[in-house]
């Protein structure tokens, strides 16, 4: 297959967010970009996610912040409580905290779907190839060789030439396989997680994004969109700790299992503000999700190919960050590969774009091994396991200020810090350089 055109070419493998992104930033930065997924069809598969302020930035940046506006719901605030439905914490976001955007809850598929019109319609048609299942690469002098299979076509090899490889091949990359070949499954972490989306009646503010519970028994649920009759589409994780031992720790979104797999774990938890078993039992199906990541590595760049997304760091969805983050490499990557010539060596910016994001991703993994910001949750429970008549006798309000502040500025949507970064995708020349 031909991919040579008058600009540098990157083979993006994968089309979930992480690729999509990439591949609108890589066109803005003057990179012809073509992504191979391996499904036959990209379809509105999963469930919910949240957009954090610098992630809605960079796509706003794009252009897509009216899409975003209408498919996704604004967050106005998010508050923790106990597993008895007592308020711990509670903050406003997106706009609403002052940043100057929003932040979004929006189905996951959606979202897809959204990115994926937006590259078809910008870049091309043909510049998303699906049904194209990587198998290997090889470097020269002069490219990288990237092989797939045709699950369209019998399975017919398939070789394809680019300047530069990006593996957004999700957190089983083959990429990253390739150069971590010693890595097995991903690293299990007890905790198994079943999601679902209930039509209700809204809760709170109608825009709020809950979490209740600690950290080995925990519910989050947040709006993604209009119902019918009045009611809002609910997006809910249900969270439980199951053990180490399990033996279901394949990351698989797709794995449906019954409500009633979990619910009875859940049957007291009836809030003034929302009955959480009603929520679940409303469902009748739910994905099942081992919560799994993958330690930090110490390089992501190997000559002419790097990885991002979950192919680099796989993490906890603790903080509401994982599709953010990819984004934000997306960004980065763009970033450092801006300008490039046709036949330049773009080994040094693939090393610029390593420096500026492996070093903070890692931190936000491992910050998520030990629940982010959710931690305080866990602190209450500890400290006041039949519940209080006074939080602040259990934890002060500064204690919990400084965990939000801080994990905050750990992954990069500091309010001050962000708005500071302007409306556009790239950073404004300073001396010469971007």
């Known amino acids: 297959m031909d991919t040579r055109t008058e600009r540098p070419v990157a083979i993006v493998a994968g089309g979930g967010i992480g690729g999509l992104v990439a591949a609108l930033c890589l066109e803005e930065a003057g990179i012809h970009a073509v992504v191979y997924e391996a499904a036959r069809e990209i379809r509105a598969l999963g469930v919910g996610i949240n957009l954090l302020p610098h992630a809605v930035r960079a796509l706003s940046a794009l252009g897509l912040a009216d899409r975003l506006a209408t498919t996704g719901v604004a967050t106005t605030d998010l508050r923790y409580f106990t597993k008895r439905g007592e308020p711990i914490w509670s903050e406003p976001r997106g706009v609403d905290a002052g940043y ?54 019998g399975d017919t090899p398939v070789t394809v030439h680019g300047d530069l490889l990006v593996g957004a091949d999700g ?12 890595e097995t499954e991903p690293v299990f972490s007890g905790r198994m997680l079943w999601r679902g ?37 609910i997006n809910w994780i249900a969270e439980r700790q199951v053990g180490r031992g399990d033996d279901r720790v394949a990351r698989d979104w797709n794995r449906v299992v019954d409500v009633e797999t979990f619910l009875p774990h859940f049957a007291g938890w009836h809030f003034p503000w929302l009955d959480v078993p009603g929520l679940i039992e ?53 970033t450092a590969l801006r300008g490039m010539a046709p ?92």
């Open 100 to 153: 100057r955007w929003p932040q979004y809850s929006i189905h996951r598929g959606e979202l897809q779907m959204l990115l994926l019109e937006a590259v078809r319609t910008r870049l091309g048609h043909g510049r998303v190839v699906t049904g194209h299942r990587l198998t290997g690469f090889t470097q020269g002098p002069d490219g990288v060789e990237v092989h797939f299979t045709d699950r369209n076509n």
């Open 197 to 233: 989306i209930t039509e209700a009646a809204p809760f709170l503010s109608g825009r709020t994004m809950i979490m209740a519970g600690h950290a080995n028994q925990k519910f989050v649920a947040y709006p993604i969109g209009a119902g019918t009759g009045g009611r809002v589409r």
């Open 171 to 182: 957190i089983h990359s083959v990429v990253r396989a390739h150069y971590y070949p010693d």
């Open 282 to 334: 409303a469902a009748g199906t739910a994905y099942e999700f081992p919560m799994s990541d993958r330690d930090p590595v110490d390089r992501w760049s190997f000559r002419r190919v790097t990885l991002l997304g979950d192919a680099a760091h796989p993490m906890y969805p603790v903080g509401s960050n994982g599709a953010s983050q990819a984004i934000l490499d997306a960004v980065a990557l763009a």
């Open 343 to 434: 036949g330049a060596d773009p080994v040094p910016a693939l090393a610029r774009y390593e420096s500026a994001r492996l070093g903070p991703t890692a931190k936000i993994v491992l910050s998520n091994r030990e629940q982010g910001p959710e931690a305080v949750m866990q602190v209450v429970e500890s400290r006041a396991p039949n519940g209080f008549v006074r939080l602040e006798d259990v934890i002060s309000h500064a204690e919990l200020e400084q965990t939000a502040s801080r994990y905050k500025h750990l992954a990069g949507f500091d309010p001050d810090a962000l708005n500071r970064q302007g409306a556009s995708l790239f950073p404004e020349v300073v001396d010469g350089r971007a």
